[in-house]
């Protein structure tokens, strides 16, 4: 059943967390079936907290699956690896250094790399995505754009074979948002790898994706995949394209289905609180 | 303009102004910004002592009651050339430095794995919280017992004082790091030895340093109490004999030295903690 093409396969994921207070478990994802080709750039759209995040970290295997099974390359996810990294929604530097040395914490803590190896190809990491001269900049004295490329380039210096994405860009304002989307676009396909990139914006996932992976609500399945045929290299003139526009309406009808609910029937869902 | 507002106006070319030249623009303060602090702190300890002088010349006190700035002086002038005090200032000073010493060391050891080992935390914790609430000084007669009125028995009540803040400011400070970081951390495969070297430690310092500050103020009063009560030399035990013989410009003068040490030290300190926090952009007034 493995799909040689596949670099990461999900067969019925599901996640659960433990309640403390309610002393329950409560269903964030529920039976996620999904595959990322190996070089293609998937994205996964959905209502807020309907479980990607959730999702992104079972694959980066900081947290465990309750059933279904999570492969990359054919071998079973069960914690963090070299193989890949994330890049995070809130950028998750450390204060007290500078750029430099935030980029160079990833390779740190893996121990892949020898320091001067690091420093030098750090450097390049920093040129990559647009920070050169800020190397020794610390991350408060960065704005929040900045401190996104730190983010990225520390996760692409650890040369992973699939990067993990989460709402990068979110907290970004729009003007910021559009050139990171271009950038990363750049970077992408010079660099080759495979990358799994979670937003809320639909706009964002069509002129970024290959094929764009709709969840329901909360708990989280796939509901919807569309296939972007928008050719590459795309440049953000594209978003006003009449086939881009198509997309966006037949992804956005499918997420409204799913906030459009039944009060009810969300309350049911709920975790009592 | 900001390194934020350059970085929106101009998201993808954020390398071509040049960054170290347009941050200290603005942080560098004008001449007399930078001198401020010292110029209107001195300014307001001359008024204070000003009026402090004139009640005193005033006489309607004795100097007994209510010696001046300038009796005060003179009194620690004396005190100097009489040359005793060499010996008390050598005693209190080994007793500070052994005991403080001491609880800086332990105090950090403990705090650091109340803070890492959750069940090191639950054993503690009773006993920590036992020590913290009581004034340790209460102990002092017990230590005198077993230790005698020579220095031990004040080393004794000086670490004791200090430890228990140093300890509770540490673990909280482990306990502070941020979960992003944690995570991020794990994310990328960090040994747990390697999160504790280059993000909890780190992160911790400024808890530390707090916790050493405070730990001077409770070593200090262990210092001066521990020898009014029962002591041979020492500082605290001049301020007493001085008290209870009515020399009293000699007494504050002795009490001025205990006070200038704890100035010194929390200055250190203090220098020590904004050192670490080079990386905090400074604060634009
Ligand atoms: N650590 C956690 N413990 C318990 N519940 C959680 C935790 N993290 C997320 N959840 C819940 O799981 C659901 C999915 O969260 P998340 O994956 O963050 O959603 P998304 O990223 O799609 O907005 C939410 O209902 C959220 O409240
Ligand atoms: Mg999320």
Partial sequence: MYDRSAKLAANGVVIEYWMQRSRTLFTAVQGVDLVVRTGEFLAIVGPSGCGKTTFLNAVDGLIPIASGSLTLDGREISKPGPDRAMVFQQPGLLPWRTVLGNVMFGVEAQRSMGKQEAISRAKQQIDLVGLSGFEDAYPLELSGG????????????????????????????????????????????????????????????????????VFTRRPGRVKKVVEIALSRPRDLRVKRDPQFLTYEDEIWESIQEELAVPAERLIAGMPAA | MSIKEADRANPVTAGESDPTRERRSLVKPSRIRQYEPVVIGTLSVMFVLTVWQLVANARIYSVLFLPGPWDVAQAMVKLFQQGDIWLDMATSGQELAIGYGMAIILGLVIGLLMGWYTRFQYAMDPIVNFFYSTPRIALLPLFIIWFGIDIQSKIAVIFLGALFPIIINTMAGVRNTEAALLGVARSFGAS??????????????????????????????GVVVGELIAARHGVGQLIAIAGQTFQTPKMLAAVILIAGTGMVLTTILQRMENRFQSWRPQIRR
């Fill in chain 1, 146 to 213: 900045m401190q996104q490329r730190v983010n990225l380039a520390r996760a692409l210096l650890t040369d992973p074979e699939m990067l993990l994405l989460d709402e990068p860009f979110a907290s970004l304002d729009a003007q910021t948002r559009e050139m990171m989307q271009l950038e990363l676009l750049k970077i992408w396909s010079k660099t080759k790898k495979t990358a799994l990139f979670i937003t809320h914006d639909i706009k964002e996932a069509i002129y970024l994706a290959d094929r764009v992976i």
């Fill in chain 2, 192 to 221: 747990d030895a390697l999160i504790f070297r280059r993000v909890v430690l780190p992160g911790s310092v400024p808890f530390i340093l707090t916790g050493f500050r405070l730990g001077v103020g409770h070593a200090l009063t």
